[in-house]
T-cell receptor
Framework: GQSLEQPSEVTAVEGAIVQINCTYQ??????LSWYQQHDGGAPTFLSY????GLEETGRFSSFLSRSDSYGYLLLQELQMKDSASYFC????????????FGAGTTVTVRA | GAGVSQSPSNKVTEKGKDVELRCDPI?????LYWYRQSLGQGLEFLIY????????KSGLPSDRFSAERTGGSVSTLTIQRTQQEDSAVYLC????????????FGPGTRLTVL
């Protein structure tokens, strides 16, 4: 099976940078995904890393290191609207298209 | 709209009653997933449908839970003899075949068992 660990909470001020780490244990997987969920809303896709390295999408970047079984989501120039929960997820090689999600990190942005 | 829709948005029921939750996936998406999310918690996988293959039911918590997908489109999640611990938000997602496997989620059904 798959096991993903991420911090439960992070608090930062507007304009700051936040890094959400995700460590995983899996026998093999296609890639690491990140989803954002605002309170009371549906999760929405943010990014996907199939290969090692950094993927940048505007203020958000995601990183993967397969050799370290580790990835992170980097939120830059934090805005109040970035207050949400962020989930990492893996698509395991033996699980076809099923995703296994981490427990989520709640990011709170303060003025 | 063209997104995933779920109904009802809220459901309050009495302990011991059966409930049915409905999911309409994005047209053309072959994969459909059901998740459960308790307050402040992560997404708990329940069941996964892919095309005409047998569903992956490995996440269903008990035999009171079942799901079907008719015609490769609409799916219904049924919970029989509901218990208070079944109270949660039930999320449905769909995806197309592809390397990114981006899942598109519906707004969820908030189930409250009294």
């Amino acid at each position: 099976g798959q096991s993903l660990e991420q911090p439960s909470e992070v608090t930062a001020v507007e304009g700051a940078i936040v890094q959400i780490n995700c460590t995983y244990q899996t026998s093999g997987f296609y890639g690491l995904s990140w989803y954002q969920q605002h309170d009371g809303g549906a999760p929405t896709f943010l990014s996907y890393n199939a290969l090692d390295g950094l993927e940048e999408t505007g203020r958000f970047s995601s990183f993967l290191s397969r050799s370290d079984s580790y990835g992170y989501l980097l939120l830059q120039e934090l805005q109040m609207k970035d207050s949400a929960s962020y989930f990492c997820a893996v698509r395991a090689l033996l699980d076809d298209y099923k995703l296994s999600f981490g427990a989520g990190t709640t990011v709170t942005v303060r003025a | 709209g063209a997104g995933v829709s779920q109904s009802p948005s809220n459901k309050v029921t009495e302990k011991g009653k059966d409930v049915e939750l409905r999911c309409d996936p994005i047209s053309g998406h072959t994969a459909l997933y059901w998740y459960r999310q308790s307050l402040g918690q992560g997404l708990e996988f329940l069941i996964y449908f892919q095309g005409n293959s047998a569903p992956d039911k490995s996440g269903l918590p008990s035999d009171r839970f079942s799901a079907e997908r008719t015609g490769g489109s609409v799916s219904t999640l049924t919970i029989q003899r509901t218990q208070q611990e079944d109270s949660a938000v039930y999320l449905c997602a769909s995806s197309s075949v592809g390397i990114y496997n981006e899942q598109f989620f519906g707004p969820g059904t908030r189930l409250t068992v009294l």
